[in-house]
């Protein structure tokens, strides 16, 4: 019986040709029968692909055998075989889309300036050391189901708006503070620790691996609450069988974890909705509330 698994990887390193690497990453995952997303640059590579445990493993050994990819950062869980509609890889001017690509430097060691990596153990020995301000490097509504105690949640609907909040000053008070940023994975709060460190923030650190790595270890036992928010078909992921559940549904804000998108098809926006309210019908977001009653009263 086969076992359906996902994997979550990235890599920055510098790569001359990224159409050719997109070219063999695509036919090496159709061959083995993968599906998901993978985004490569000139910077590196980000995804996230699932499939039978023997297929993926098989497309992992021919990924790291490419020589700028030997040491691609890969964290595992379990799929339902459901995951992901189909495979896409494809080119962009960025992994991530800050809207910065010409501010981030990459060479064979990964990103330039970036913060200091932590590692969960390294993590945990310097909260007990110092005084430690975690910073959300994911969309603000991802937190409302999963975040770490205590954490700063930018309030951001897209990666291409943290630019902005850096550059607004709102973050000033922190520039000289002891800063962890996180992610998902750790492709987002490398390069965002990389920004924040351009613009004067002096104590800055990257939790390495990101929330995946950092609840392998740790599970819901240490400084992380909740669920983990991710882009497919599962919606989040917990760590164990005890995961504080921390989302409150717009509707009736009774707790959940369940997410789901508004009702209008042209809004992006995630909402926090519990089984019974999502039962009784498609839920739109508190802007599309608010006109429906506009309309109503007109």
């Given at each position: 019986m086969s076992?359906?698994?996902?994997?979550?990887?990235?890599?920055?390193?510098?790569?001359?040709?990224?159409?050719?690497?997109?070219?063999?990453?695509h036919t090496l995952a159709e061959r083995h029968g993968l599906t998901g997303r993978v985004l490569l640059s000139r910077h590196g590579v980000n995804g996230t692909l699932g499939g039978d445990l023997p297929d993926v493993k098989r497309w992992l050994?021919?990924?790291?055998?490419?020589?700028?990819?030997?040491?691609l950062d890969v964290k595992w869980s379990e799929g339902t075989g459901r995951d992901f509609p189909r495979l896409s890889v494809k080119v962009r001017d960025e992994l991530v889309t800050f809207g910065a690509p010409?501010?981030?430097?990459?060479?064979?060691?990964?990103?330039?300036?970036?913060g200091t990596r932590?590692?969960?153990?390294?993590?945990?020995?310097?909260?007990?050391?110092?005084?430690?301000?975690?910073?959300?490097?994911?969309?603000?509504?991802?937190?409302?189901?999963?975040?770490?105690?205590g954490a700063v949640v930018p309030d951001v609907a897209t990666t291409?708006?943290?630019?902005?909040?850096?550059d607004s000053g709102r973050f000033d008070h922190l520039k000289d503070e002891t800063v962890?940023?996180?992610?998902?994975?750790?492709?987002?709060?490398?390069v965002l620790s990389s920004l924040m460190v351009a613009r004067g923030f002096t104590r800055v650190h990257q939790l390495d691996g990101g929330i995946a790595r950092y609840g392998e270890q740790y599970g819901d036992d240490g400084l992380w609450d909740g669920s983990l928010y991710v882009f497919d078909g599962r919606g989040s992921v917990e760590f164990s069988d005890h995961a504080a559940v921390l989302g409150r549904c717009v509707a009736c804000s009774g707790a959940t974890r369940r997410m789901q998108n508004c009702v209008d098809r042209?809004?992006?926006?995630?909402?926090?909705?519990?089984d019974a309210c999502a039962s009784e019908g498609e839920v739109p977001c508190s802007a599309h509330r608010a006109s429906r009653v506009v309309a109503v009263a007109g």
């Open positions: 076992t359906p698994k996902i994997v979550l990887f990235y890599s920055f390193t510098p790569l001359a040709d990224p159409e050719a690497v997109r070219l063999w990453q050994r021919a990924t790291r055998g490419y020589g700028p990819f030997s040491g010409d501010e981030l430097e990459v060479d064979e060691h990964g990103v330039v300036g970036a932590l590692s969960p153990t390294e993590l945990h020995d310097l909260v007990e050391r110092e005084d430690v301000t975690f910073f959300d490097g994911r969309n603000a509504f991802e937190s409302r189901i999963g975040r770490f105690r291409r708006e943290f630019v902005a909040e850096l962890v940023t996180y992610c998902t994975g750790g492709v987002r709060c490398e042209d809004c992006r926006e995630q909402l926090v909705v519990c």
